[in-house]
């Protein structure tokens, strides 16, 4: 965790809550990375939008029925400080996103956890170091985003109020506990405003907890007090979120983020065909 986010969190803490509940708070606290725009003397670790490299053998993504997925970011992994981070990325090869974003249909197909059918409108794909690849043209019927590089910085997460992990360390939760104070929520979230692309830590959720809904999903959708779903949920980390972004002229439901989770056993067996995606927007 760098010593400037943490230290900004472990105040708002200490300031919002009582000490004690102050300092188990702290201790929910994960490293992650925050993605933002390069500037000229960063050293560049990926880049939204732009045209994907690809091996030569490996298909363009597609969603049987729908059509080719939009190329989203494309991370080297070589490049980011990945050892500050308590997930276990790969530590070289690149990690490239796609994501059925409604350019075919105007978004009538929606890819949800809660719709198996739907999972392969969203595709991480890992190409290992040493893999020749060449620059991809985008299917015709698809505009790319504009390419913009980035850069990583490592800043401490806090988990979301309703997350699972919470509710682990502080139960039972009454309804005034001191987690759900008001003041503390949104000192919490000007905290964290701004565009929010992330690599590892906790979920920045627009609406509740993805660890949840992902969770649900790979369930098989039980009703939603299924007491399953929580025990689940808390089996899933973050694996990337990728915010809103004028730059790159995403724009994701109305100012709404992607997320893609992964089981940390498959994490580390590279299995990136077993992550699941969400999105939310406002």
């Avoid at 964290?192 to 830590?201: L, P, T």
């Avoid at 694996?239 to 995403?250: P, S, V």
Wanted: negative net charge.
């Amino acid at each position: 965790m760098t010593q400037s986010t943490a230290d900004a969190l472990h105040t708002l803490a200490r300031e919002h809550l009582p000490h004690e509940i102050a300092e188990r708070w702290i201790g929910l606290l994960r490293p992650g990375l925050r993605l933002e725009k390069a500037a000229e003397a960063d050293r560049v670790v990926g880049k939204l939008g732009g045209l994907p490299e690809l091996p030569e053998n490996e298909e363009w993504p597609i969603w049987e029925g729908h059509g080719p997925l939009s190329f989203v970011a494309s991370l080297d992994c070589a490049a980011l400080p990945s050892a500050a981070l308590d997930i276990v990325l790969p530590t070289d090869g690149t990690l490239a996103f796609f994501y059925f974003d409604g350019q075919l249909d105007d978004g009538c197909a929606v890819v949800a956890p809660h719709e198996p059918d739907s999972w392969a409108g969203a595709r991480v794909l890992y190409l290992p170091a040493g893999v020749r690849v060449t620059e991809r043209t985008a299917p015709e019927a698809l505009r790319p985003y504009p390419e913009v590089a980035l850069t990583a910085r490592v800043e401490t997460t806090a988990p979301y109020s309703l997350h699972p992990a919470v509710y682990r360390e502080f139960a039972p939760m009454p309804d005034d506990h001191p987690v759900w104070d008001e003041e503390f929520e949104e000192a919490l979230w000007d905290h964290f405003e701004g565009a929010e692309h992330r690599i590892g830590g906790h979920a920045h959720p627009v609406q509740d907890e993805v660890e949840t809904e992902v969770a649900r999903g790979a369930l098989g959708s039980p009703p939603w007090d299924d007491p399953r779903i929580e025990e689940e949920a808390l089996r899933w980390v973050l694996l990337a979120q990728f915010d809103t972004d004028d730059d790159a002229d995403m724009m994701w439901g109305d100012c709404g983020a992607l997320y893609w989770l992964i089981r940390p056993e498959d994490l580390a067996r590279r299995r990136f065909d077993r992550a699941m995606f969400t999105w939310q927007c406002s």
